[in-house]
């Protein structure tokens, strides 16, 4: 298991440095002079002098790769150096933000979940017209904008029956809109592809033995069917964890939800090229260590894959 | 005995009511503001923690701007500006939020504490400053400037009590003192129970960084704010008019402008001719955009500053009256005939123009670009609309490169300095780029002269003619509205407005129910 473990992280070190170069690359290609735009929004008339020191206090006047590797060196210490716009640094930006963000895409997985297993499930076991209509309200709700979907939560919930604030503070009571918001639409997207799964092992022979012993539908479903489902879903499950921790951006927004998405978009806003490119990194790792998880998931919850890797 | 038990019971009864008597007297007031974004810096060398707003209320600058922008009292009583040298005379009777008094040594401390951040916008000499007395100092400027007192106004040169925690604790002259601080959500501050001037009427007061302008205004109509500022032209064209939110505006300060690229290589050459850029400005329907964009509240512009500002008088420039026949009578003499499809040829040219709507961002001009298209499609112009949310992205790909014909901005004269805003967007000298939108020639020679003009009305009046140059004589920029400051808020409030927004007293606001 070990070396399964090292091998994946060995084949993941070329995935990140380029992931690393792509994220540096976007921010100090990307148009817009960080120094000359924070000169002007504090009103300063620049001499050539001051743009020369606030270029060369952030490295501008280097050259492209003389400044990534700089970068990197320091991005592998987790050192990105220092916001431009707040004067924290951004690491300590991104502990500002992330619990929020990791209580949200938490809850909105939860949510997911509880969501994809009973809209699958339902739809695998329901009669042909029940099972259609489930799996419209499916494809409905994977189909249906994030954005959307909060505005009608909010006129529903916050505007029409008041039971909810708009602009929340962070408390758990605030969490709950935009948590099931996100976790709609993932967990509509998470039961297509229990309802597959289900109707595939369905057709499975053991299924058939089960039957014919007499097993009731729900003792097949948890006694036999979800201990063959579970690995691949715990796999989606993992992926999808990491889609909601970079996917959150616009719920946030909307929700005035202050998490790592409320970080980014001020950080395009205003240049804050530091936090960006951070903001890039660590989504990066995000997927990469939520896809290792996922792997190490579906080893753990196949006796076959598990013999093979623990016999290595 | 009975009485005295009925007294006694009436006593506690009356105890026990008392704090519900004075209740009312006591409520606590309380304001909940939402704004865009978290401007502040805590860096050292960019100290930007609530001296911009929206919480610029815990420091104060050394002056104000009065009502027709000129720089007046504040933790200065009073100076002069002779042979280089300022001499000023403190406020009396004023400390800091720890008890410390500002005097001549608090102040020179703070204004070194102030240079310590590096900021360049003042330019003090820090080896000048000299204590002439408890409450006098000179100094002067290092680039011999006569604007420093002007730019003391600025909102970002207000003054701490130097300390080793001023993020967390920031020490000011201000009537509000920093109670709590979590970034990029809110900022709350309240009463300074000690504050040296006029006391606020607003106990305590939280702004929440709000980005999204649809979501401010539904929580404002929600009742989770009292007011908005950072009003854009969508949000006061979707504003219920039933009375459930209230406008409140200053007096106009913000212009909307086209400038044309008047260093344009071809193919964004055609706006070199002066018939082409004074066409474009007489096609402009200002009354139709005045009415549409900012509810209504905008006013047709003759030129950049508005009028009251400094004196400046209203008919400093003439403009450009809406006149469709002398647009197209200028376009025909210039040799542009109108073609078959309604646009009009020269030479197998089309009067084709880019135009790029980008600073500060669209979304507060918006939908003026698609309206001047239409405008100007009706005079055989045809408009390549850009329009762009990034001022980065517009200053790098189309006003660096001049591939542009036309950019519309909205800005306003910030600034107590009457050559603040000539000097750095409508010369060659520009520091922000600006010479490729400014004529040069006597517009440069008049605007170097007023930076050094020996008095006030003199700057004024130079700082006049060159407006009128720029827009009737070179027609280099075509002023189109100027438009006031908005806040929104819930009915039953009033706020105390500026044209000045980093000094709208909101402490000040008035609750009327």
């Known amino acids: ?312 | 005995m009975k009485l005295l038990t009925k007294a006694a019971r009436f006593t506690v009864a009356a105890s026990l009511a008392m704090p519900l008597a004075f209740a009312p007297a006591f409520a606590e007031t309380s304001l909940t503001i939402a704004v865009k974004s978290d401007r502040y810096s805590v860096k050292s060398d960019k100290f930007t923690f609530t001296t911009r707003r929206p919480a610029a209320q815990i420091a104060e600058p050394a002056v104000r701007p009065d009502a027709d922008f000129n720089p007046s009292p504040l933790l200065f009583s009073d100076w002069n500006y002779v042979e280089g040298v300022y001499t000023v005379t403190l406020q009396d009777g004023v400390t800091f939020s720890d008890g410390t008094p500002w005097n001549a040594d608090t102040a020179i401390a703070s204004f070194k504490q102030y240079d310590k951040n590096k900021s360049e916008f003042l330019q003090l000499d820090q080896e000048s400053f000299t204590k002439l007395g408890d409450h006098q100092i000179s100094f002067r400027s290092e680039v011999d400037s006569a604007l420093v007192i002007e730019n003391m106004t600025h909102r970002g040169t207000s003054l701490f009590l130097p300390s080793e925690d001023m993020a967390e604790n920031p020490i000011g002259t201000g009537p509000y003192l920093l109670e709590s601080y979590e970034p990029k959500q809110q900022i709350t501050v309240v009463r300074n129970p000690d504050y040296w001037g006029e006391a606020p009427n607003v106990d305590r007061m939280t702004f929440r960084f709000i980005g999204d302008d649809n979501v401010r205004m539904l929580a404002l109509q929600n009742g989770e704010v009292d007011v908005i500022g950072e009003v854009t032209p969508q949000m006061m064209l979707s504003m219920p008019k039933d009375g459930s939110v209230v406008l409140h505006e200053s007096r106009p300060i913000r212009y909307a402008a086209l400038m044309f690229n008047m260093q344009g290589k071809a193919p964004f050459d055609i706006a070199s001719d002066v018939r082409v850029r004074k066409a474009l400005a007489h096609a402009i329907d200002r009354a139709t955009l005045a009415q549409v964009l900012w509810d209504g509240r905008g006013k047709p512009a003759k030129t950049i500053l508005p009028g009251w500002m400094f004196n400046m008088g209203d008919d400093h420039a003439e403009g450009f009256s809406y006149d469709l026949s002398h647009a197209n009578a200028l376009l025909d003499e210039a040799g542009w005939t109108m073609g078959a499809d309604g646009v009009r040829e020269k030479d197998g040219r089309k009067l084709a123009l880019r135009m790029v709507s980008a600073y500060p961002n669209v979304s507060t001009v918006k939908p003026m670009p698609e309206m001047l298209d239409q405008m100007f499609a009706a005079i055989g112009v045809d408009i390549e609309n850009i329009e762009i949310e990034d001022s980065g992205v517009y200053y790098d790909n189309y006003f660096k490169t001049g591939e542009a014909d036309i950019y519309l901005e909205y800005a306003s004269n910030n600034n107590t300095d009457p050559t603040y805003l000539l000097y750095n967007v409508f010369t060659t000298m520009s520091p922000w780029g600006y010479a490729v939108t400014s004529p040069g020639g006597n517009v440069d020679e008049l605007a170097a002269a007023s930076r050094v003009a020996k008095s006030r009305d003199e700057v004024i009046e130079l700082v006049r003619q060159a407006y009128r140059a720029v827009i009737d004589e070179h027609v280099s920029t075509i002023p189109v509205l100027t438009v006031p400051n908005f806040v929104l808020s819930r009915p039953g409030i009033d706020v105390k407005m500026s044209e000045y927004a980093d000094w709208i007293e909101y402490g000040h606001t008035t609750f009327t129910n």
Not at chain 1, 7 to 30: D, E, K, N
Request: proline share 5%; hydrophobic share 55%.
């Open chain 1, 1 to 312: 298991m070990l070396r399964f473990i090292l091998v994946r992280l060995a084949a993941a070190l070329p995935t990140l440095l380029g992931m690393s170069f792509v994220a540096f690359a976007i921010v100090a290609l990307a148009p817009g002079d960080p120094v000359m735009m924070e000169l002007r929004a504090m009103g300063i008339v620049p001499k050539p002098e001051d743009i020369a020191a606030i270029q060369a206090e952030y490295g501008l006047d280097k050259p492209f790769f003389a400044r990534y590797f700089d970068w990197l060196g320091r991005a592998v210490r987790f050192e990105f150096g220092t916001s431009v716009a707040t004067g924290r640094t951004v690491m300590a930006e991104i502990m500002i933000h992330l619990p929020a963000t990791l209580a949200l895409a938490i809850s909105a997985l939860l949510g997911a979940i509880v969501i994809s297993l009973t809209l699958g499930s339902l739809a695998a076991m329901a009669g042909q017209f029940a099972g259609a209509g489930l799996r419209g309200v499916t494809v409905l709700l994977v189909s249906v904008p994030s954005f959307w979907l909060a505005l009608l939560l909010i006129y529903i919930f916050v505007l029409r029956l008041g039971w909810a604030r708009l602009v929340g503070d962070g408390s758990l009571s605030d969490l709950i809109l935009p948590a099931v918001t996100l976790s709609l639409a993932v967990g509509a997207a998470l039961g297509r592809m229990v309802y597959e799964r289900i109707r595939s092992e369905m057709s499975e022979d053991y299924v058939r033995l089960a039957i014919a012993k007499g097993l009731g539908p729900m003792q097949i479903l948890i006694g036999h069917i979800a201990p063959r489902i579970a690995g691949p879903l715990a796999t989606a499950w993992a992926n999808a964890f990491g889609g909601l921790l970079g996917g959150t951006v616009i719920v946030e927004s909307i929700f005035g939800w202050p998490g790592l998405g409320q970080l980014i978009l001020e950080a395009i806003a205003q240049r804050d090229f530091p936090v960006i490119q951070a903001y890039l990194v660590f989504m990066g790792l995000i997927f990469f260590v939520t896809s290792l998880i996922a792997d190490l998931a579906v080893v753990l919850s196949d006796p076959q894959l598990r013999r093979r890797y623990s016999d290595e």
